[in-house]
Nanobody
């Protein structure tokens, strides 16, 4: 059973930094693209960052220049480094990954349970 687990969320003062991590575990053959999404109360879930297996990244304007995503393929882990945090960044952050299981011939998207990030001023 493949699963994703996020960690690193918590309370942080505006202007501060926080690093989230997401580990894919289980009977995994290969992890392809990975991404971070977030959802604030009353808002739709939005893409925060994405990264291909080769390391190409994409960010929306709302976080560009402040957030950085990276990955360690050997550990099946993706990171999200968040700097200059604002109150608007408060949300539940979810990890997403395109994964091929060890007994599968195709890829499937998986979601983590999410980790809460609260920015206060």
């Amino acid at each position: 059973q493949v699963q994703l687990v996020e960690s690193g969320g918590g309370l942080v003062q505006a202007g501060g930094s926080l690093t989230l991590s997401c580990v894919a575990s289980g009977s995994i053959f290969r992890v392809n693209s990975m991404a971070w999404y977030r959802q604030a109360p009353g808002k739709q879930r939005e893409l925060v960052a994405s990264i291909t297996r080769g390391g190409n990244t994409n960010y929306p304007d709302s976080v560009k220049g402040r957030f950085t995503t990276s990955r360690d393929n050997a550990k099946n882990t993706v990171y999200l480094r968040m700097n200059s945090l604002k109150s608007e960044d408060t949300a539940i952050y979810y990890c997403n990954a395109d994964i091929r299981g060890s007994g599968s011939s195709s890829y499937t998207y998986y979601w983590g349970q999410g980790t809460q990030v609260t920015v206060f001023s």
